[in-house]
């Protein structure tokens, strides 16, 4: 237990402050863009919709900022632990494999819970936005649980050698995904084809659940059913292609 606290407090060291890329796109791009939302390009929006307006805007940013975070934060994490030789040195330690990853996931949840308080009180204090506290917590796990197949899918990407090569596989990922999900702009205003593919997209629940939970429903159970799915099905991709990198080694 000591090993894995140790190991924890080392990573959440190395992402926070060690990291200036990742304060800065992690979260001062989240923070700025639903600053510039909210407050420059808020023109047109009806007076009696602007609280509405105000909170599903920090909503996508929020789940925005989470998604950046478990792509680039989590694969290069990986990749730089792979460069150092750190899991060649685990082996030869008493420190079971296991306790790595696992704190690799610990690090993760908490750097992703910390993003959602900065932004949620970004959202409070400068906009007004207003919840019941059951609202705010069952949102920011929501999007916890809405971005588990982007934490899955940076340990694919972390399959890549060079970390140029991963953070440009990462932009092209993370993108066309927030815009097509809607996290920037409603979906509405997409074409219809566009709006069938983020229906069929976990980070188009992830939002959308957490807004419907701000506005004290339940999210759908399609939603559910389709992080899910998404999750389980990249997780054992990601453990095939690590299995056959391992072979391949050999």
Same mark, same amino acid.
């Given at each position: 237990?000591?090993?894995?606290?140790?190991?924890?407090?080392?990573?959440?060291?190395?992402?926070?402050?060690?990291?200036?890329?990742?304060?800065?796109?992690?979260?001062?791009?989240?923070?700025?863009?639903?600053?510039?939302?909210?407050?420059?390009?808020?023109?047109?929006?009806?007076?009696?919709?602007?609280?509405?307006?105000?909170?599903?805007?920090?909503?996508?940013?929020?789940?925005?900022?989470?998604?950046?975070?478990?792509?680039?934060?989590?694969?290069?994490?990986?990749?730089?632990?792979?460069?150092?030789?750190?899991?060649?040195?685990?082996?030869?330690?008493?420190?079971?494999?296991? #306790?790595?990853?696992?704190?690799? !996931? +610990?690090?993760?949840?908490? $750097?992703?819970?910390? *993003?959602?308080?900065? =932004?949620?009180?970004?959202?409070?204090?400068?906009?007004?936005?207003?919840?019941?506290?059951?609202?705010?917590?069952?949102?920011?796990?929501?999007?916890?649980?809405?971005?588990?197949?982007?934490?899955?899918?940076?340990?694919?990407?972390?399959?890549?050698?060079?970390?140029?090569?991963? #953070?440009?596989?990462?932009?092209? !990922? +993370?993108?066309?995904?927030? $815009?097509?999900?809607? *996290?920037?702009?409603? =979906?509405?205003?997409?074409?219809?084809?566009?709006?069938?593919?983020?229906?069929?997209?976990?980070?188009?629940?992830?939002?959308?659940?957490?807004?419907?939970?701000?506005?004290?429903?339940?999210?759908?159970?399609?939603?559910?059913?389709?992080?899910?799915?998404?999750?389980?099905?990249?997780?054992?991709?990601?453990?095939?292609?690590?299995?056959?990198?391992?072979?391949?080694?050999?």
């Amino acid at each position: 237990m000591n090993a894995l606290i140790i190991q924890t407090k080392t990573d959440l060291n190395r992402s926070l402050f060690r990291s200036k890329p990742f304060i800065f796109f992690s979260l001062g791009m989240p923070v700025g863009f639903y600053l510039l939302f909210t407050k420059v390009f808020n023109m047109g929006v009806p007076e009696e919709y602007l609280a509405v307006f105000y909170k599903d805007s920090m909503i996508q940013m929020a789940t925005y900022s989470v998604m950046i975070s478990s792509l680039f934060s989590f694969s290069m994490t990986l990749i730089e632990d792979r460069k150092q030789g750190v899991k060649q040195f685990l082996r030869l330690s008493p420190l079971p494999e296991r #306790s790595y990853y696992l704190s690799k !996931i +610990l690090t993760q949840f908490l $750097i992703n819970t910390l *993003l959602l308080v900065v =932004i949620f009180i970004v959202g409070h204090f400068v906009n007004g936005v207003q919840m019941d506290f059951g609202a705010w917590v069952f949102s920011a796990l929501w999007i916890l649980y809405g971005c588990l197949p982007i934490v899955a899918l940076a340990t694919i990407v972390s399959l890549v050698k060079d970390p140029n090569t991963a #953070s440009v596989l990462n932009n092209m !990922i +993370l993108m066309p995904l927030a $815009i097509i999900s809607g *996290l920037w702009w409603p =979906i509405d205003m997409f074409p219809e084809i566009v709006q069938k593919m983020a229906t069929g997209l976990p980070t188009y629940y992830a939002a959308q659940g957490a807004k419907q939970l701000a506005a004290g429903q339940l999210p759908d159970s399609k939603g559910i059913l389709i992080i899910f799915i998404y999750f389980v099905g990249i997780m054992v991709l990601s453990i095939y292609l690590n299995g056959r990198k391992e072979e391949i080694k050999r």
